[in-house]
Structures are given as structure tokens and as C-alpha cells.
């Protein structure tokens, strides 16, 4: 599985992005995709997920203001991002779970300025 993501930049306090990640290669039985994040010095955090049945997990700090959507048909999962914040400023990885492995896609830097 191969994974490539767009989509990051810069914006405002305020501002929106979306994220955009394509997965190609053996892509059938991929369950699970996400949307990871790691700012400088700080651990890889999840941020939000969802299931092959467009079931959605997000992280305590982004709900209300982040949307995690999928397009199976596509094969691609979507990230909208709402009202940013400088805190929101990280490397954001794409992520799919398929067959009992992980699979990571190179990251998209998103800045936040205030």
C-alpha cells in the first residue's frame, strides 16, 4: 500500500485546510484509514480515523472542528480542518491498516500562525 498525501501549508489562526490522501498499490482489504500528527519534540498523536464502514474516531482536541471522510471508490480519505489553531501546527501523516499491518505515508507539513 502506498499512500500520498496533499493538501498541508500555511494558514492563519482561524483558517481552514484540507488534507488529502490517496492510497494505491494492493489497496483491497485496507480497513481502517487515519490522520496522524507530530509537532517538534512531541510523539506521533492520532488525530482521527475511520473504519471501512465510514465508522469516525477523533482526538479529544480536534472534535467540533476537525472532519475525517473517506471515498472508497477513490480510495482516498479526506481531512477537513476548521477554525485552525497555532497548537494544530505539526507534520500530518496519513496512515491505512490493512490485513494486520500499518502503512504510513511520507508527512504534510500544516502551520499555523497567530
Known amino acids: 500500500v502506498q499512500l500520498q498525501a496533499s493538501g498541508g501549508g500555511l494558514v492563519q489562526a482561524g483558517g481552514s485546510l484540507r488534507l488529502s490522501c490517496a492510497a494505491s498499490g494492493i489497496i483491497f482489504s485496507i480497513s481502517a484509514m487515519g490522520w496522524y500528527r507530530q509537532a517538534p519534540g512531541k510523539q506521533r498523536e492520532l488525530v482521527a480515523t475511520?473504519?471501512?464502514?465510514?465508522?469516525?474516531n477523533y482526538a479529544d482536541s480536534v472534535k467540533g472542528r476537525f472532519t475525517i471522510s473517506r471515498d472508497n471508490a477513490e480510495n482516498t480519505v479526506y481531512l477537513q480542518m476548521n477554525s485552525l489553531k497555532p497548537e494544530d501546527t505539526a507534520v500530518y501523516f496519513c496512515n491505512a491498516k490493512r490485513l494486520g499491518f500499518s502503512y504510513w505515508g511520507k508527512g504534510t507539513q500544516v502551520t499555523v500562525s497567530s
Open positions: 475511520i473504519s471501512s464502514g465510514s465508522s469516525t
